[in-house]
C-alpha cells in the first residue's frame, strides 16, 4: 500500500512517522530512508502490515506543506485571532 | 510510540501552566478534566515533536488557554498544523521566548535558558529549556535538549542549579552529561518514559549518571503520575505508584 508520511521525529536508529490523513504512526529503521531526508521532511512509503518496506523523498509536499504553515504561523506572529 | 511529556504546575495563587502535553489522546486533556482544572493560564511547547506538542492539540480544542508560548520553530508536521490550528481557535495569547526572556506566570516566573535561537535540524537540541524558582527551591525543565544544548547553557554562565530536575529526552543518553548534572546538582530527577517503550528509554549511562550525582530518581515508567509539592523551602514527592 503506498501512502504519504512526514518523519515526526529520530529516536537513534529509528524513524517515527506520521501518516497523512489518520495521523497513524509507524517507526521504521532510518537506513530505510533516502539520503538527505531531515525531521519534517515528507515521504511517499509503501507499506506492507505496519513495515514501511520503501521510501522516497517527496519534496514538493514538503515545500507546499512548509509555505502553507509558515503563512498561518505568520498570522499568529501577527497578532491575529 | 510509548513515550511523552507533560508537566502541569500549580501556582500558589492558583493559576495552571502546562509544559508540553503528550501524544495526541494520551490522556492529558482527560487529567486535567479529572482534577477540576476547566482552563489554563499557560501552555508551553517545548518543540514542536508529537510526543510533546499531540496532547496539547486536544487541550486548545476542549478547554479555553489564555497564552501559548513556544520557541518559535516551525514545523512541516500535521499535528504542528493542527497545534498552531489550535491556538487560532483557542484565541489564545501567542508568543516565542529565546535565552534570557522570563515567562511571567502568576506570582512565579520561569527564566529561559535556551535555545538562544533555532539552529539546525535537530529539534530536539531546540528545546525551550526553563528554570523556575519557588522561594528557596527551583525546578529545571529541559524539554527535550542534549549534550549540545546543555554544553551551551554551561558556557553561557547562567545559573542551572536545582532541587529537582526534568530529564532531557526521556533519559536519553542525547544529554545528561556528568558535567550538567554536576552543575544543576539536583536532589531529585525525573525522567519521562513509557513502560517497556520502542527505544531502550532511560539509558543505563543517563541513570548511572544521575546516580553518580546522588539524585533521587523517578519515572513515569515506574512511578506513574508524580506530583512535587514545594513550600517554598521543603519538597515533597507523591507517585501514583510506590517506589
Not at chain 1, 51 to 73: M, P, S, W
Not at chain 2, 21 to 32: A, D, F, H, R
Not at chain 2, 37 to 42: E, M, N, T, Y
Not at chain 2, 189 to 195: K, Q, T
Request: hydrophobic fraction near 35%.
Amino acid at each position: 500500500m503506498k501512502k504519504s508520511a512526514v518523519i515526526d521525529r529520530f529516536e537513534g536508529e529509528y524513524a517515527i512517522l506520521t501518516l497523512d490523513g489518520d495521523q497513524r504512526q509507524l517507526k521504521c529503521v532510518r537506513s530505510l530512508l533516502p539520503n538527505g531526508v531531515l525531521e519534517g521532511t515528507w515521504l511517499q512509503i509503501e507499506i506492507e502490515g505496519d513495515h514501511v518496506v520503501n521510501a522516497t523523498i517527496d519534496q514538493e509536499k514538503t515545500d507546499n506543506t512548509l509555505k502553507r504553515i509558515k503563512e498561518k504561523l505568520e498570522g499568529l506572529q501577527r497578532g491575529e485571532k | 510510540m510509548g513515550q511523552g511529556d507533560a508537566i502541569l504546575i500549580q501556582s500558589p495563587d492558583g493559576k495552571n501552566a502546562l509544559i508540553d502535553g503528550g501524544e495526541p489522546n494520551s490522556g492529558t486533556l482527560q487529567y486535567l478534566q479529572i482534577h477540576g482544572i476547566k482552563q489554563l493560564d499557560l501552555m508551553i511547547a517545548t518543540h514542536p515533536h508529537s510526543d510533546h506538542i499531540g496532547g496539547l492539540v486536544d487541550i486548545l480544542l476542549a478547554i479555553p488557554v489564555n497564552r501559548v508560548v513556544t520557541n518559535g520553530q516551525i514545523y512541516t508536521s500535521p499535528t504542528y498544523e493542527q497545534f498552531i490550528d489550535g491556538i487560532k481557535k483557542a484565541k489564545a495569547i501567542y508568543s516565542e521566548v529565546k535565552q534570557g526572556d522570563k515567562i511571567y506566570f502568576g506570582d512565579l516566573d520561569f527564566y529561559v535558558l535556551s535555545p538562544v535561537s533555532i539552529q539546525g535540524n535537530d529539534l530536539n537540541e531546540n528545546s525551550l529549556v526553563l528554570r523556575l524558582v519557588y522561594g528557596k527551591t527551583s525546578f529545571l525543565f529541559m524539554g527535550d535538549a542534549g549534550a549540545l544544548t546543555e554544553g551551551e547553557i554551561l558556557s553561557s554562565h547562567i545559573t542551572v542549579q536545582a532541587d529537582v530536575l526534568k530529564v532531557g529526552h526521556h533519559g536519553s543518553d542525547s544529554g545528561s552529561t556528568p558535567a550538567f548534572l554536576s552543575a544543576v546538582h539536583p536532589t531529585i530527577a525525573i525522567y519521562m518514559a513509557g513502560r517497556k517503550n520502542d527505544f531502550g528509554f532511560p539509558h543505563l549511562s543517563t541513570i548511572n549518571n544521575l546516580k553518580a550525582i546522588g539524585a533521587e530518581i523517578y519515572g513515569t515508567d515506574k512511578n506513574g503520575t508524580i506530583i512535587i509539592t514545594s513550600d517554598g523551602s521543603l519538597i515533597n514527592v507523591h507517585t501514583s505508584i510506590s517506589k
